[in-house]
């Protein structure tokens, strides 16, 4: 600290006046000097600047002097074309730092074009062009930091072939400044570059994303951060996991478009950071409705089904906003947007219904994959159309000339799905039966899918359509258990449920079935057959017609029933509701036409019993209310 004070007070006698200089260059020796004769000196001499801003007052010194506006500069603002820009450069020549802001207009203005400027060969070609491009390269090192970024993007936008000697100097004066760029001139470097293949260009970027991953805590603003992770397939999982950090920071700050921009970049590269999509939920829920363009809405439904992200109050603000819109949609944007819905499982029926009478008025406009999308989505959400004569009509249309020209995988997806919406025809089966040996073929749990969709296609045509079984694709022998069931745990639910049934039936191993495959292709959690009083029975040597050896030889007893005990877990639900996707109610359905009594136990009444005792109790109880059920029909 002396050190300094001293050395501060040596600077404020050398800036004294003239006479005083004179006069203290006739003092003694300075050894000969009191210290307190310097002292007062110095402090009667020192200027109106204190002690602490000697820092600042260095900054302020060491930056360069802000150039003087000329007329170039004011030509080349106002410019509007191309020409313009090469006529102020002929007519005002300046230095390299005008010159490549002159050339970062001209791209600029080349791009606003939108592609009816043809002349770029020939621009590239004009002297006052090469003039311009000489001057940047003979005095590159003069370029501005932030200038010398964007004109390396000109150069880019340009086409300007990689062997120019101006781009190579433009190319190298960034390598050669990258540590004195700001974070969000990296930013742009990465963005603006990412995708390019030059080695040069991929030098720029990967040294760049380095510079970035070391100074990323320097990101101060939500642009920057979305552009960033927009480009996140060029970056380590350690920047993407700091941006998302630095993003949730920021998070109140983005726009609506920004949040659509991250979102629709996290769904691309499968990132799903759980409390960041919250923050964005949260904020977006806080737009305006103007913000909320019907793309952004589309996109955001993308998002969030892509990452399998549910948020009820964001699906309510986006369906509230699309459904006066639907009219306005294309035939694409309607199934893109009832297909990300889809995936979330959730169900808005204004908007479906919306949907539905969208393709009933323009169905000539829908593609046949549109159409099987649209089917296959209703399908799973289990969605039937208030007009839905009008609106199958026009399915069964469109699919009767176009349905045998599909592949054999989206064939079988769509007779399938109309298996789940009761809508299918015996005839659509048809042409399955030579696509059995092609659907055989894939990954062990695609052909385990498929295996079990025609053995729903052939239940579907043996119980709902009596007659027209011949019709049916040959189903693959189910004697054999598939590998992902000989495999899988059981749930909570499941094994709580097969063990109350053993207590149900006092341990009698052959009063019930657990885990039953039936050739229906469904799986039950637990079978019963019980007489006219609701007690369980021996049901090992009764005949039993679901079963691939068909049971026993004795027929069932007279008043006796045959219950179907089935597990719905909290993902054979729609989101938010207590409905069974359409999976499942076709299975419930199918049972129930296969002689069955359904006994139905969800997971969120079965979570409720705590004891042994009361899960026995609740079976019984259901039991009885699902036989009078029955009796009452």
């Given at each position: 600290m002396a050190s300094r004070l001293l050395g501060r007070c040596a600077r404020l006698l050398c800036r004294a006046s003239p006479q005083t200089s004179a006069a203290a260059g006739r003092l003694p020796p300075l050894v000969s000097v009191s210290a307190d004769l310097l002292w007062t000196q110095a402090w009667a001499r020192a200027?109106?600047?204190l002690l602490c801003e000697g820092g600042s007052i260095a900054r302020e010194e060491n930056l360069p002097p802000t150039p003087k506006r000329t007329q170039l500069d004011e030509l080349v603002e106002k410019a509007e074309t191309p020409e313009e820009i090469l006529l102020a450069w002929a007519g005002q020549s300046g230095n390299a730092n005008q010159a490549a802001i002159a050339m970062v207009k001209l791209a600029r203005l080349i791009q606003g074009t939108k592609g009816r400027f043809t002349k770029t060969a020939e621009l590239m070609m004009d002297p006052r062009m090469q003039d311009m491009m000489d001057t940047i390269t003979g005095q590159v090192s003069s370029v501005w930091n932030g200038t010398l970024v964007s004109v390396l993007r000109s150069l880019w936008m340009l086409n300007v072939p990689s062997s120019a000697a101006v781009l190579n100097s433009v190319q190298t004066e960034v390598l050669w400044r990258l540590r004195r760029l700001t974070y969000r001139q990296l930013a742009f470097l990465v963005d603006w570059g990412a995708g390019r293949k030059g080695q040069q260009e991929v030098v720029i970027v990967n040294a760049a994303l380095k510079q970035l991953e070391l100074r990323w805590t320097e990101i101060a603003d939500s642009r920057t951060v979305s552009a960033l992770i927009s480009k996140g397939e060029h970056m380590s999982p350690t920047l993407m996991d700091r941006l998302e950090d630095k993003a949730l920071e920021l998070a109140e700050g983005f726009s609506a478009e920004e949040i659509r921009k991250v979102c629709v970049s996290m769904a691309s590269q499968s990132r799903r950071c759980v409390p960041l999509l919250r923050a964005l939920s949260y904020h977006l829920l806080q737009k305006p409705s103007s913000d909320l363009t019907t793309p952004l809405l589309l996109d955001m439904a993308y998002a969030y089904g892509k990452l399998s992200f549910h948020h009820s109050q964001v699906f309510q603000r986006m369906?509230?906003?699309?459904?006066?819109?639907v009219h306005e949609l294309s035939p694409a944007d309607v199934t893109r947007c009832a297909k990300s819905l889809g995936f979330l499982k959730w169900l808005h029926l204004p908007l479906f219904e919306a949907f539905a009478e969208h393709y009933a008025a323009n169905s000539q406009k829908y593609s046949t994959l549109q159409l099987c999308n649209l089917i296959m989505t209703f399908a799973r959400l289990g969605f039937?159309?208030?007009?839905?004569?009008?609106?199958?009509?026009?399915?069964?249309?469109?699919?009767?000339?176009?349905?045998?020209?599909?592949?054999?995988?989206?064939q079988t997806d769509v007779v399938w799905s109309l298996c789940v919406l009761q809508q299918v025809k015996p005839h659509y089966c048809t042409s399955l039966t030579q696509h059995v040996a092609k659907l055989s073929e894939g990954s062990p749990s695609q052909v385990e899918n498929y295996r079990l969709k025609l053995l729903h296609i052939a239940a579907t045509l043996h119980l709902?359509?009596?007659?027209?079984s011949q019709t049916a694709p040959?189903?693959?022998?189910?004697?054999?258990?598939?590998?992902?069931?000989?495999?899988?745990?059981?749930s909570p639910l499941q094994g709580g449920l097969r063990e109350a049934l053993q207590s149900l039936v006092g341990g009698r191993t052959e009063a019930v079935r657990t885990g039953v495959d039936t050739v229906y292709g469904w799986t039950v959690d637990g079978e019963l057959v019980v007489d006219c009083e609701n007690k369980p029975v021996d049901l090992s040597m009764l005949t039993a017609p679901h079963l691939p050896g068909g049971g026993g030889d004795r027929a069932l007893p007279a008043g006796a029933r045959r219950l179907a005990f089935l597990a719905w877990e909290f993902p054979n639900f729609g989101s938010r509701s207590k409905e069974l996707l359409g999976r499942f109610a076709m299975m419930r359905r199918h049972l129930q036409l296969a002689g069955f009594i359904a006994v139905e136990v969800p997971y969120y009444e079965w979570l409720e019993l705590k004891s042994d005792r009361q899960?026995?109790?609740?079976?019984?109880?259901?039991?009885?209310?699902?036989v009078?059920?029955?009796?009452?029909?």
């Open positions: 200027p109106g600047r369906a509230s906003e699309l459904l006066p819109r039937q159309p208030s007009k839905g004569e009008e609106f199958y009509s026009k399915v069964h249309s469109t699919l009767d000339s176009s349905l045998a020209d599909l592949a054999p995988f989206l709902e359509h009596p007659g027209s040959p189903p693959p022998s189910p004697t054999t258990p598939p590998p992902a069931a000989r495999g899988s745990p059981l899960k026995v109790a609740y079976l019984k109880d259901k039991m009885g209310k699902a009078a059920e029955d009796m009452a029909k």
